[in-house]
């Protein structure tokens, strides 16, 4: 890949997770409908379609010749077939959007032949765009991320995600809650794993894990974690895949192995996966 292209790459996934984000402010701010998708805890609204309709747009224009996952499925072509694929969550945190009005991002990223080049995670209620290119670095705003701090599991404050209602049941949530409870510093559930995975590469969080997450959940921050330092795999210490479901460990890498010992969650599955 030429350097003005990933340049030229980095430039329009900035862009369009700042304009998502400004998009989906605005219409934070007027009435909007809210369906459920499975279940009354998996919702969807109009902004979340029009806004990945948005990023599409956007993206396209540009790249007529590009690839797209993107949550609510208003790609109309098969992801499948493209070399370059973005991958995208309009809103990530659609509980926190409809109810507590932060703690929702944008998520973007693009993968060429399955390898991460850019990763976006933009938080429009806060104003902070946390993003990594490929070998280049991972920044907030313009501030680099450098996971250099020595973290024992003791001192380690988790994050992870959970499903409510009979999925929790059927995943062995417990397990990671259970578990992790009696040995860290602290668990915290803020409801966006893109958001979270951000923060670990921040350092305002130390780990995330999740059961079972989607491409579009894990996308970008796989990137961004990983550009900062952080180490990223799935629960059995495998790399994450760019296209499909996964469980998710992204760490600072001074506890990773101490967590995946500690943890131990190979016999946890999602069984709807
Ligand atoms: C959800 C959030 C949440 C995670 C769920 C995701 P959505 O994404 O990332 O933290 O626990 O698994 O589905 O539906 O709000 O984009
Ligand atoms: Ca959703
Ligand atoms: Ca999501
Ligand atoms: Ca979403």
Redesign the pocket.
Known sequence: MQASTLTALKELTLACARSAGELSMKRMKEPFTVEYKTSAS?LVTAVDKEVEKHVIDMILKRFPDHGILG?ESTFAKDYRQYDTLWVI?P?????NFVHQQIN?AVSIAVYHKGEGLVGAVYDPSRDELFYAVKGEGAFLNDRPLHLDRVVSLEEAILCT???WNKRAEQMGIDLIVKKLAGKVRGMRL?????L?MSYVAAGRLDGYV?L???AW?FGAGRIIVEEAGGRVTNMMGEPLPYNEKSSVMACNPTFYEELQHYLDLSEATDTEA
């Open positions: 998996d949550e969550d809103i990530d945190g659609t509980t929702f995600s959970v499903f803020l409801g966006s794993a893109a979270e999740s079972s997450l989607n959940d």
